[in-house]
């Protein structure tokens, strides 16, 4: 099963868990990381389907996350489609939140701009989010100097002519007007945010923000932190401010082929009667002002 998979490979890391008996009102598997307070809600599909033809799904995850919050616990929704997905940027994301990444410091880094094509490859390989369109690309390079602050067994092989790492890298919308308060902003959505898997560039984000903030001059940032797996912490280091907690997003999940689409983006090769709706904890937006 899908939970004692997905343990398993976190013991091989290796990563401790301790199982959580009780407390919770959940039919899923509840671990928790050791000596951290996050947990891990472990959403295999078989047992999703039973619980959705008992209750009503559309809040369940988002009100569990809510709940837990105002106990100060974090909690991960782990579904059993994304993993089967992109297990090794699950695991990568669950080894950083324990320590156990390769830890970059920004100041080493170099930020500029990036190609479409190579934002586009780099965000398939470490984002558990689908590929969007953005108008801007900044990333942050590791150069070769460098690369003695990562362990030996880490540090890659460069294809000839290359001298350096891509290791994180933020993507932007164009500026629009947004009215707040009856004033006008010149707002900016911060799109996807992803460091190299495996790796955390510490001080990233901030070094990508700043550099994109020096060039454009937006009046705001907005962004949304995804609450199946964050509760947004981290964007209120950087100055953001909390604004809402978003309505659930309902995905079609193919059980057998485990895969989810948007409801707009449904393959005309597939039937409504071999998709589960399926509802993820929603998103919490955050913005942060620069006026």
Not at 158 to 187: N, W
Request: aromatic residues 10%; charged residues 25%; proline residues 6%.
């Amino acid at each position: 099963m899908f939970p004692d998979e997905l343990i398993s490979a976190l013991h091989q890391r290796p990563i401790s868990t301790v199982p959580i008996q009780a407390g919770f009102i959940t039919p899923f598997r509840v671990v928790q990381l050791a000596e951290t307070q996050i947990l891990l809600h472990l959403i295999d599909i078989n047992t999703y389907v039973r619980f959705r033809h008992q209750h009503d799904s559309h809040f369940f995850f988002q009100q569990f996350s809510e709940t837990l919050a105002t106990a100060g616990r974090q909690v991960i929704h782990l579904w059993e489609d994304v993993w089967r997905q992109k297990p090794a940027i699950v695991l990568s994301r669950l080894n950083a939140l324990v320590g156990l990444s390769e830890r970059i410091p920004a100041r080493l880094t170099q930020i500029r701009r990036v190609d479409r094509p190579t934002a586009t490859q780099f965000l398939e390989d470490n984002h558990l989010q689908v590929v969007t369109l953005s108008k801007y690309r900044y990333g942050l390079y590791l150069p070769q100097r460098y690369f003695r602050v990562l362990s030996p067994e880490f540090r890659p092989q460069l294809p000839v002519g290359e001298t350096e790492l891509l290791v994180a890298l933020a993507t932007f919308s164009l500026p629009r007007r947004i009215e707040r308060e009856e004033k006008q902003y010149r707002s900016v959505e911060l799109v996807r945010f992803a460091n190299r898997l495996g790796c955390t560039v510490v001080g990233g984000l901030d070094k990508l923000l700043k550099g994109f903030i020096t060039e454009h001059q937006p009046d705001d940032i907005m962004t949304y932190a995804d609450r199946d797996w964050s509760d947004g912490r981290s964007y209120g280091k950087l100055g953001f401010t909390r604004i809402e907690l978003t309505e659930p997003q309902q995905f079609w999940l193919h059980p057998e082929e485990m895969l989810r689409y948007y409801p707009h983006r449904l393959p005309t090769e597939v039937s409504a009667d071999q998709l589960l709706p399926v509802y993820n904890a929603g998103s919490i937006k955050f913005v942060k002002l620069l006026i």
